[in-house]
């Protein structure tokens, strides 16, 4: 299954699912294929990510039908990491019950969540729970705590995508679906993941109006400092999409703030498996790199079979900075 992101209003959801339909008929293996579609929905509780779109509850409900008329999941996220212990409060408790049964009455597939309290509110409302990337699931012991939970999926941090042998121990041991996000492209190991989410998640619900997000620029200001952390950060390539299967069950794409052309992009990259040119035009988190540094993807075959055997002694390997030396060049 493919997991796309969807901005939000009703016209990005046409074009996502005219692009979905045409693959069907161009390409016969994508006529058995599995799709969703999943958005933000910062309704009180707030979300881990910018959102383009807040719709309405009726302006949702027509999206989410037409969806399934098009035999298209879909799932909504609201994912924060803090909500400032509200959620635990009488009139919040009330308030997300209330959400949450609008969410199951309109229709909704799933909801993306990151708070153990609030999937079992979830799903005493009839909801299924996709475990968010937020909660950092990047263990066995972690996984296994939402697997009991009865939970629809779990989104591994994806800190660990090159970790396969970790993904494969959750895989063996859990009976809930895997997804996996295949082309974020934050800090491998971010020391500033939490609080970066932290600050959308309050933003989103209460918007705050900060100055500056901190953490977006010390994100790219490093990067511009090491470039071999672009190298680093945990995507996966359109190509080696094949070394997942089997491993996890849903190939999830990031960037549900970004636009829709860029959105279409990345979906046909990733349904061809296959792109020609600068990688970084595919990678969320932080998108605005694209314009400084072009990423080769021909000089990265390969590589997946070093991540796969790799112990991540990042201090005794130069696998990751010579690869960058080779692969990643500033724009002229």
């Keep these: 299954m ?3 992101p969807h901005p939000g209003n009703f016209e990005s959801l046409k074009i996502i ?3 979905i339909n045409k693959f069907k008929k161009i390409n016969k293996k994508f006529r ?4 969703e579609v999943y958005m933000g929905f910062p309704e009180f509780i707030g979300t881990g ?3 383009l779109y807040k719709p309405s509850f009726e302006d949702l409900a027509k999206q989410v039908n037409y969806a399934k008329k098009n035999n298209i999941r879909f799932e909504v996220v ?3 990491s803090c909500i400032g212990g509200i959620h635990l409060t009488p009139k919040g408790i009330s308030y997300i019950n209330w959400i949450f049964s609008q969410l199951k009455n309109i229709g909704v597939d799933s909801v993306a969540l990151s708070d153990p309290y609030l999937v079992d509110l979830a799903k005493s409302n009839g909801l299924d729970v996709n475990v968010s990337c937020i909660a950092l699931v990047d263990s066995l012991d ?3 705590f939402w697997d009991e939970k009865e939970v629809y999926a779990i989104t591994l941090d994806s800190s660990i995508n090159r970790h396969f042998d970790i993904i494969e121990e959750i895989k063996e041991n859990v009976s809930c679906r895997l997804k996996i996000l295949v082309n974020e492209a934050c800090l491998y190991k971010c020391p500033m993941r939490i609080q970066h989410f932290n600050f959308f998640s309050h933003a989103n619900a209460q918007n705050i109006p900060a100055l500056d997000d901190y953490y977006y620029n010390k994100c790219i200001n490093l990067r511009v400092k090491k470039k071999e952390l ?3 950060s945990p995507f ?3 190509e080696d999409l094949k070394h997942y299967k089997g491993l996890v069950d849903i190939f999830k794409i990031s960037g549900r703030s970004h636009p829709i052309g860029w959105i279409k992009r990345v979906l046909n990259a990733y349904l061809n498996e296959k792109w020609e040119g600068n990688l970084m035009e595919l990678l969320d988190c932080p998108r605005e790199l694209e314009h400084f540094y072009y990423l080769d993807n021909r000089a990265l075959d390969g590589a997946v079979e070093h991540w796969k055997s790799c112990n991540k002694l990042c201090s005794k390997c130069n696998f990751c900075k010579e690869l960058a030396e080779n692969a990643l060049k500033v724009k002229n």
């Design 78 to 80: 609201i994912n924060a």
């Design 17 to 19: 699912v005219d692009e």
């Design 142 to 144: 972690k996984a296994m």
């Design 236 to 238: 996966i390539r359109p």
């Design 230 to 232: 672009i190298v680093k």
């Design 2 to 4: 493919f997991s796309i």
């Design 49 to 51: 990510r910018a959102t």
């Design 32 to 35: 058995k294929e599995s799709f």
